[in-house]
């Protein structure tokens, strides 16, 4: 079973930054992707960015966010910058067992509970 803590939310105004953290139980990295997935109320969970054998960002927060993990934490990260209101959305991390950087949720079976990232215009 693998568990998955998203931390690191909160509210921040346009043009600001922000890191999330998802840590994942032990010898998680070694077997399974990491994504981070996104969802704004009303609006379909949308994939942001996933590290595995490589890592993978979606084209609207490329050049913006960066993910990058952490082995010997276990701990996986998505750095925010420059960021816009319509980033604004609950933010949760995910475990998928195909490391080739799957951007469909349906892929991934494991997830956090979920950070909120609030951003002020």
């Known amino acids: 079973q693998v568990q998955l803590v998203e931390s690191g939310g909160g509210l921040v105004q346009t043009g600001g930054s922000l890191r999330l953290s998802c840590a994942a139980s032990a010898r998680t990295f070694s077997t399974y992707a990491i994504g981070w997935f996104r969802q704004a109320p009303g609006k379909e969970r949308e994939f942001v960015a996933a590290?595995?054998?490589?890592?993978y960002h979606a084209d609207s927060v490329k050049g913006r966010f960066t993910i990058s993990g952490d082995n010997a934490k276990n701990t996986v990260y998505l750095r925010m910058n420059s960021l816009k209101p319509e980033d604004t959305a609950v933010y949760y991390c995910?475990?998928?067992?195909?490391?080739?950087?799957?951007?469909?949720?349906?892929?991934?079976?494991?997830w956090g509970q979920g950070t909120q990232v609030t951003v002020s215009s």
């Open positions: 590290i595995g054998w490589t890592t």
């Open positions: 995910a475990a998928s067992p195909n490391r080739g950087i799957p951007i469909n949720a349906d892929e991934y079976f494991y």
